[in-house]
């Protein structure tokens, strides 16, 4: 559908598989149709990208069709994934990549690029791109597992995760990857390190954590990042504040700390620790910090965990005005409102923070409608365990009332 003035017109049209005669390269093509009137909508000022009349589209579909066989059509699908994924244009290059039925290719594209959907807190691409694959597939194939272990765990669909850990063991138990691919098992580590926190088990937590550390090159900014976060609230969670700050302040003298969502990680941790640690504040310099830094580098969940833990600060210091304006963008139902929060986590503990505040402004009603709306997206959604906490909130609210 979108068509660059230079390479994959070449790429595929002049193959042993596409038109016989090539008198005209790519972009020798795009300027006669453009210069002509003809059939192209320029997409940018720079006449660098067209977009084909979808009348012309149909015609040459039909043309194609009538002209190839199905094997040849899926070859040029392999020729135009191939140019994308060299070019940098991942969701065009799975696409021809499904279209050309090599469900192998589609695999391993989602396991080289998706570290870097990951370090932009682009979940909603990688949860869509894990869509288009068969379930029976995806339950054979132990890095679209891993992949789908990590939207999971972002969705808060904790017993999903859980059995999704379960199936890569087993997964894996039918070949080497564990012990062949050191990666793979620091990743399977840092979620492990996730579900022994969430279990209670601060001491498995930590040590699965350090392991991931130890396994998990530099450049996975967002697996490394939640590791150490994990470990520091697995660290806390041991009765060691001190030592749970002391190896988030480490890392932050490190040259990773400069990525940008690993540095998210590492201030959302000391804010989380300042806030159990009622260090109001250390919890204030921590908070404009992760403001400034999601705002500077455009990662929305950053922003949202932000303004989720400025508003607890200013409601613990009874600046109940303050505490709404904070956290009324991040409480909306998600995709409701001008912010959308990624992390449904993110959305639940605004919500509870802003229900409280409508309370203790004698807003009771308010308060009420907030835990009703949190209760409703959770039946909506399926969030069972989510459900439960918020019922379990709705029922503290009532004895406040």
């Known amino acids: 559908r979108r068509q660059r003035q230079m390479c994959i017109r070449d790429r595929v049209c002049c193959s042993d598989s596409g038109s016989d005669g090539c008198d005209l390269n790519g972009r020798q093509f795009l300027e006669l149709l453009d210069n002509a009137n003809l059939f192209v909508i320029p997409l940018d000022d720079e006449r660098e990208w067209f977009r084909y009349h979808h009348l012309f589209q149909a015609l040459l579909k039909r043309q194609l069709q009538q002209r190839l066989s199905a094997d040849d059509i899926a070859e040029l699908h392999k020729l135009a994934s191939a140019w994308f994924a060299e070019n940098g244009y991942i969701e065009e290059a799975l696409s021809h990549a499904h279209e050309s039925g090599d469900i192998e290719v589609a695999a391993r594209l989602i396991k080289q690029h998706r570290h870097i959907i990951m370090n932009h807190e682009q979940w909603y691409w990688l949860s869509r791109w894990l869509k288009r694959f068969p379930p029976d597939y995806k339950q054979n194939n132990p890095d679209l597992l891993l992949a789908k272990a990590w939207v999971r765990q972002r969705q808060a669909r904790y017993p999903e995760l859980f059995d999704l850990l379960d199936r890569i063991e087993q997964v894996v138990s039918l070949s080497n990857k564990f012990t062949a691919d050191s990666l793979f098992c620091g990743e399977v580590q840092a979620l492990k390190s996730f579900q022994y926190y969430a279990t209670g088990r601060g001491d498995v937590a930590e040590v699965a954590a350090r392991a991931a550390l130890n396994s998990l090159p530099a450049q996975y900014h967002s697996s490394r ?132 505040t409508y309370q203790a402004t004698g807003r009771a009603e308010e308060a009420g409608r907030i835990v009703d709306s949190m209760i409703g997206y959770m039946l909506e959604t399926g969030h069972a365990d989510l459900l439960e906490v918020c019922r379990g909130f709705r029922a503290g609210l009532a004895l406040r009332q």
């Open 225 to 356: 990042g939640f590791a150490l976060l994990i470990l520091s609230v697995a660290l806390q969670m041991q009765g060691d504040p001190g030592q749970a700050r002391r190896v988030v302040l480490e890392a932050l003298q490190q040259e990773a700390a400069s990525i940008a969502i690993y540095k998210t990680s590492l201030l959302a941790a000391l804010c989380y620790a300042s806030w159990i640690a009622a260090d109001l504040n250390s919890l204030k310099l921590q908070t404009d910090q992760l403001l400034k830094h999601g705002t500077k580098n455009d990662l929305p969940e950053s922003i949202a965990i932000g303004r989720l833990f400025t508003g607890i600060l200013h409601y613990q210091r009874n600046d109940l005005d303050l505490a709404e304006r904070f956290l009324a963008p991040v409480a909306q139902t998600p995709g409701s409102g001008e912010l959308i929060v990624p992390s449904i986590v993110t959305y639940c503990q605004s919500s509870f923070a802003l229900a409280l």
